[in-house]
């Protein structure tokens, strides 16, 4: 049966979910192509290498002239010409679309529509908007474009490529290896005599995601020390989730799989239901491990409280507060700690979805948070809530 040393057995919730985000540190940054940084957390700024425009550039289509009309209409540039025109003298005009170089001594565009030609010749009224976009304008080598510590979104990642920015320097996405444990649990298909469909991809992908972490292997492994050894010992992702096996049964083996192996506990049992039997540990070589309950209503629980805030944290995110909002309803509070319960956002706050059980789904089906209710809650005060993926 179980061993293994307990060290923070019954920590409050709010302690294994702060827990999580303080032992993540984020890890090494990467230089990546900018195509492959979306989503990543930066861990350098994002500086232009070239100016914005980089050539004088009509804004308009029209023509480029230079002095007081009329003016002559020497030739036609276009967007992507790659001589630049000759330099235009007073009474000088060329035809020019949008985004063409604007040939030297071009004073304004004039649009189609302000004008009128007439053979080679063009009339029209300039005004003060000359419609040419200067070289450098709007941007020149080294403005900062996204600070360290902001997510590269495809905005930024669109803006960077306008500046000649090729690479960025990014926290890499945490890699994530899972264990399925529980020899009664089916991948695929329906389930058999005695058996369970597993329950935990659509989850664990989810929140990996949305933590910014990465997927990597999802694979059932047998209710066996030695299988699960194995399983521990071959991965080297820095974190590891193995579902099931974290209670006290003859077919729980994590806790002394991690004795073995000198693990190092971080979160050892939560002081919540459901959910109680969760755990954080790191491994002598630094991988990262997350215990998940087996029962579903319990591991998707466990899942945000210890996998999320630690995937965030290693992907180089800044914690922020949880949101809070006045929950209603009524539920059997746990009077050593906190009831966790799913709940449907309102106008003015939550409403509790009633039956939600360790082993089912059903509720949180059909909720949009978890709400962390503490043992002094009442129906309408207020309670930190958990984003369901
Ligand atoms: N004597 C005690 N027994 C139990 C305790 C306890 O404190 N003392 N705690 C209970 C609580 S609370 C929970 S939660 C579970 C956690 O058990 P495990 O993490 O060891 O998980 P299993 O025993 O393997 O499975 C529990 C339950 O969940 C089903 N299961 C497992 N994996 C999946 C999956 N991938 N998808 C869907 N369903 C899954 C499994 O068939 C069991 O029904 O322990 C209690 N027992
Ligand atoms: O706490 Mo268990 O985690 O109730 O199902």
């Not at 019954?10 to 985000?21: M, N, P, R, V």
């Amino acid at each position: 049966m179980i061993a293994g040393p307990r060290r923070h057995a019954g920590l409050s919730w709010a302690q294994a979910y702060a827990t999580a985000w303080q032992v993540g540190r984020p890890l090494a940054p990467v230089s990546l192509p900018v195509g492959d940084a979306l989503r990543h957390v930066l861990a350098a700024p994002v500086e232009a290498r070239t100016a914005a425009p980089a050539f004088d550039a009509a804004a308009m289509d029209g023509y480029a002239v230079a002095g007081a009309g009329p003016w002559r209409v020497a030739g036609r540039v276009l967007a992507g010409d790659p001589e630049p025109v000759a330099r235009l003298d007073h009474g000088d005009a060329v035809e020019i679309a949008t985004g063409a170089r604007v040939p030297a001594g071009a004073e304004a565009v004039l649009p189609y529509e302000d004008c009128h030609r007439c053979g080679d010749t063009v009339r029209g009224t300039r005004t003060t908007r000359t419609h040419i976009r200067r070289a450098g304008e709007d941007t020149a080598p080294g403005d900062l474009l996204a600070p360290a510590g902001r997510v590269l979104t495809a905005t930024a990642a669109a803006a960077a490529a306008q500046v000649g920015v090729e690479r960025v320097r990014v926290r890499p996405r945490p890699g994530v290896d899972v264990l399925v444990t529980g020899d009664e649990v089916v991948l695929h298909g329906r389930p058999g005599p005695g058996q369970v469909r597993d329950v935990f991809a659509p989850l664990v992908t989810a929140i990996t995601d949305r933590a910014g972490g990465r997927l990597r292997t999802y694979r059932r492994v047998e209710d066996d020390p030695t299988a699960l050894r194995a399983a521990i010992d071959t991965s080297d992702a820095p974190v590891l989730v193995v579902t099931g096996s974290s209670s006290v049964g003859v077919a729980d083996h994590l806790h002394d799989v991690l004795a073995e192996r000198s693990a190092t506990w971080h979160v050892d049992g939560v002081a919540c239901r459901p959910g109680h039997p969760q755990a954080l540990a790191r491994t002598a070589d630094g991988r990262w491990v997350v215990g998940l309950p087996g029962n579903p209503y319990a591991g998707l629980v466990a899942a945000l409280t210890l996998l999320e805030p630690l995937l965030a944290a290693l992907a180089g995110h800044r914690r922020r507060p949880l949101p809070v909002a006045p929950v209603s309803g009524t539920v059997k509070l746990f009077p050593g700690g906190c009831r966790i319960v799913p709940v449907e956002t309102v106008d003015d706050g939550a409403r509790i979805v009633p039956g939600a059980r360790s082993g089912s789904l059903r509720a949180a089906a059909s909720a949009d948070a978890l709400a962390v209710l503490d043992a002094g809650w009442a129906t309408g005060t207020p309670a930190p809530l958990l984003r369901l993926p």
